[in-house]
């Protein structure tokens, strides 16, 4: 596994958040990047998810060169479909990190702590249709390919891949 380590998103998370969510490339699979002006308000939201327990919001720490540094995240949390409580995963990465085995690593890790805590049950994850490295994160750890889906990200709607795994099943 890649040299990384996760930690719970915080205020300082702010500059990070501007870079995953307002960039038009690293949106181009998630229905297109945010404005700058909700930012602020999704990261609080996300910090108040964390530290209330309610989701796993991780921001991925890289172990090598500067120990501040922000590779992206991974996140964990559960929302309703169809009457029932469903858990997904969700990972970014920044630019200038993608391409090292990072984003793997990190979903990995973070699967390794839902299996070890014995919490989230079945996790599913949506990737973008032709999300190249995403789909390959799946199907590398393990994720059993369901089927498409046209999932909503931030009220925009996209064609998937519908893959999930119990944590237990990780490889
Ligand atoms: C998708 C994303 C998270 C991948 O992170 P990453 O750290 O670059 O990915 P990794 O280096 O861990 O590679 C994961 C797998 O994808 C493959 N891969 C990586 N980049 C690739 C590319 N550009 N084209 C094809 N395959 C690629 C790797 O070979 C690896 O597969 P392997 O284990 O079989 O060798 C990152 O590109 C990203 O954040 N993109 C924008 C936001 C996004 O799409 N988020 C995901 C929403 S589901």
Known sequence: MRNIALREVAVSDADVYERMFCD???MSGLGGPLPRSGIRAK???????????????????LSRGDP???GGNVVLWAHESHGMSISEIGWMVLPEFQ??????AAVRLLLRRARDAGRW???HAYPGITNTASNAICR????TLAGRHDA???????PTNHWHIN?????
């Open 24 to 26: 038009p490339t690293m």
């Open 152 to 158: 909503v990200f931030a009220g925009r709607s996209l």
């Open 167 to 171: 944590p237990i099943n990780l490889t």
């Open 99 to 104: 391409g090292r085995g990072i984003g793997k």
């Open 43 to 61: 990261l609080q939201h996300d910090i108040d998810e964390a530290t209330s327990g309610r989701a796993w919001i991780c921001m991925i720490r």
């Open 140 to 143: 590398t750890l393990g994720f």
């Open 121 to 123: 049950g079945v996790v």
């Open 68 to 70: 501040t540094a922000v």
